[in-house]
């Protein structure tokens, strides 16, 4: 029910735009990434009424932005730094507000888009 796409390869400093689309509407939607070797964290979220919620660190760079006839989220991720390097996960489902941040509010999760920031 969740199909992530837009992963690759890029220099620091560079973008990349990931999209992740989700077969039913109405829901709250957040990217969390995880590194080798370290827990899953938040990245950003999306809540279904279209208040946007980011993590400290990406703030500034990364975007949310969506197309509702299609259940699409997209994140263009600018700037970003070697140390971004992670799988990147969509997530979905309807999150208590208090939740949006915590993996644990979300349901439908897809299976990961490869990001690697490197020279």
């Known amino acids: 029910q969740v199909t992530e796409s837009g992963g690759g390869m890029v220099q620091p400093g560079g973008s990349l735009r990931l999209a992740c689309t989700l077969s039913?509407?109405?829901?709250?939607m957040a990217w969390f990434r995880q590194s080798p070797g370290k827990d899953r964290e938040f990245v950003a979220a999306r809540r279904r009424d279209w208040h946007l919620y980011y993590r400290d660190a990406v703030k500034g760079r990364f975007t949310i932005s969506g197309d509702s006839s299609t259940n699409t989220m997209y994140l263009q991720m600018n700037s970003l730094k070697p140390k971004e390097t992670a799988v990147y996960f969509c997530?979905?489902?309807?999150?208590?507000?208090?939740?949006?941040?915590?993996?644990?509010?979300?349901?439908?999760w897809g299976q990961g888009t490869q990001v690697t920031v490197s020279s």
């Open positions: 039913e509407s109405r829901r709250d």
């Open positions: 997530a979905a489902g309807s999150v208590m507000l208090r939740r949006t941040r915590d993996e644990s509010g979300y349901y439908y």
